[in-house]
T-cell receptor, first 117, second 116 residues
Framework: AQTVTQSQPEMSVQEAETVTLSCTYD???????LFWYKQPPSRQMILVIR??????QNATENRFSVNFQKAAKSFSLKISDSQLGDAAMYFC??????????????FGKGTHLIIQP | NAGVTQTPKFQVLKTGQSMTLQCAQD?????MYWYRQDPGMGLRLIYY???????DKGEVPNGYNVSRLNKREFSLRLESAAPSQTSVYFC???????????????FGSGTRLTVV
């Protein structure tokens, strides 16, 4: 079974600064997907960014980018130019390709990101 | 609007009562899931249905049952609610990997359940 670890229960950053959220995972598989989800106080789960394990290039989405280190099984999220609207819980998640990917996501415990004005 | 609809949004139960959480998706997704979210624990998979007619246990299935009524609907039943089942419950759906558009999942808005 896969495990996902987020070692930072809470992070705080000044508005307009850059922050990096850490995520490590454990798997014996070679092909999989990794995600970062954002959960604001509304409880809605919002996909922030995804990474396919077979791609060496790190994914980017506007102010959000990842540092994917497959050998180290590390998948960190960098948020540049932090905005007040970025304040939320952030979850790292793993999706296996086994059984066509139908087995569900495995989540980390989350990092609570606070943006200081 | 297309998406995943969960009902109810809030519920308070007494210990021992039963209830069913309803979930429906209109995206023609094959797979559907039930997760629970507890403080400091992230989301944990309760049960899932890889396709219509199949269901499988996830990480924390004890105390729950599910029914995949048809391709659209996937319900979660608590037969005898316990205080340990106080949580926020999320339903989600997903395409199979052979038809991925965003590779991710679509989540419902959650049900906050309190068992007293």
């Amino acid at each position: 079974a896969q495990t996902v670890t987020q070692s930072q229960p809470e992070m705080s950053v000044q508005e307009a600064e850059t922050v990096t959220l850490s995520c490590t995972y454990d798997t014996s598989e070679s092909d999989y997907y990794l995600f970062w989800y954002k959960q604001p106080p509304s409880r809605q789960m919002i996909l922030v960014i995804r990474q396919e394990a077979y791609k060496q290039q790190n994914a980017t989405e506007n102010r959000f980018s990842v540092n994917f280190q497959k050998a180290a099984k590390s998948f960190s999220l960098k948020i540049s130019d932090s905005q007040l609207g970025d304040a939320a819980m952030y979850f790292c998640a793993y999706r296996s390709r086994r059984r066509g990917g139908a087995d569900g996501l495995t989540f980390g415990k989350g990092t609570h990101l606070i943006i200081q004005p | 609007n297309a998406g995943v609809t969960q009902t109810p949004k809030f519920q308070v139960l007494k210990t021992g009562q039963s209830m069913t959480l309803q979930c429906a998706q209109d995206m023609n997704h094959n797979s559907m899931y039930w997760y629970r979210q507890d403080p400091g624990m992230g989301l944990r998979l309760i049960y899932y249905s890889a396709s219509e007619g199949t269901t499988d246990k996830g990480e924390v299935p004890n105390g729950y049952n599910v029914s995949r009524l048809n391709k659209r609907e996937f319900s979660l039943r608590l037969e005898s609610a316990a205080p340990s089942q106080t949580s926020v419950y999320f339903c989600a759906s997903s395409e199979g990997l052979d038809r991925l558009v965003n590779y991710g999942y679509t989540f419902g808005s959650g049900t906050r359940l309190t068992v007293v």
